[in-house]
């Protein structure tokens, strides 16, 4: 059975910051690309950030960040704990969502059609 388990939402007051994470298992977690999504109330799931299973290949690094991020969010993976991480700072209320993780044994697929989605968890951003 398949599992991804995110923890490490809450709340937060603007300009702060949270670090996500995504623990696996039911996957060979090293062979699989991994993101995550989020979605705020009214609003569809957007793309957050993705990592491929080998970070760097020969054009470099294979991670990716939605337009949104503007360098204040870092995702990164460790495969010795089958999990996936997203440092977020600089949090604004535009960043209130649920935060899903997602695996894909694709790097294109985790950001278009992921094979596994996690349960989410809350982060809100409030004064």
């Known amino acids: 059975q398949v599992q991804l388990v995110e923890s490490g939402g809450g709340l937060v007051q603007p300009g702060g910051s949270l670090r996500l994470s995504c623990v696996t298992s039911?996957?060979?977690?090293?062979?699989?690309?991994m993101g995550w999504f989020r979605q705020a109330p009214g609003k569809e799931r957007e793309f957050v950030a993705s990592i491929n299973y080998n970070i760097w290949n020969a054009h470099g690094p294979n991670i990716g960040y939605g337009d949104f991020v503007k360098g204040r969010f870092t995702i990164s993976r460790d495969n010795e704990k089958n999990a996936v991480f997203l440092q977020m700072n600089g949090l604004n209320a535009e960043d209130t969502a649920m935060y899903y993780c997602?695996?894909?044994?694709?790097?294109?697929?985790?950001?278009?059609?992921?094979?596994?989605w996690g349960q989410g968890t809350q982060v809100t951003v409030s004064s």
């Open positions: 039911g996957i060979t977690f090293s062979n699989n690309a």
């Open positions: 997602a695996a894909s044994r694709s790097y294109v697929g985790v950001r278009t059609s992921p094979e596994h």
